[in-house]
């Protein structure tokens, strides 16, 4: 059983910062890729940005320059800083872990960026 908990969601300022952490736990014996997605109201669920066990990343063009995702490998635990956030950020985050042998995701935490 994996499970996945994340952290630091909430209520912040247009221009403003958040740091969500995810931290998981369980038997993941490989991991492969970990990842940040994002569910707006009535959109579909998107990617914002993964970083591979080798430290290589990818994000969405909405979000270069802005957000940065990083991983702590001993801990198990990813994090997304998100700066200059724009309400266009408000969404529910859904932290991601794939492996060989399937991918896990988090509950969600939401972000809410006010104008």
């Known amino acids: 059983q994996v499970q996945l908990v994340e952290s630091g969601g909430g209520l912040v300022q247009a221009g403003g910062s958040l740091r969500l952490s995810c931290a998981a736990s369980?038997?993941?014996?490989?991991?492969?890729?970990m990842g940040w997605y994002r569910q707006a109201p009535g959109k579909s669920r998107e990617l914002v940005a993964t970083i591979t066990r080798g430290g290589s990343t990818n994000y969405a063009d909405s979000v270069k320059g802005r957000f940065t995702i990083s991983r702590d490998m001993a801990k198990n635990t990813f994090y997304l800083q998100m700066t200059s956030l724009k309400p266009e950020d408000t969404a529910v985050y859904y932290c991601?872990?794939?492996?060989?042998?399937?991918?896990?995701w988090g509950q969600g935490t939401q972000v809410t960026v006010s104008s």
């Open positions: 369980g038997s993941i014996f490989s991991i492969n890729t």
């Open positions: 991601n872990i794939g492996s060989p042998w399937g991918d896990y």
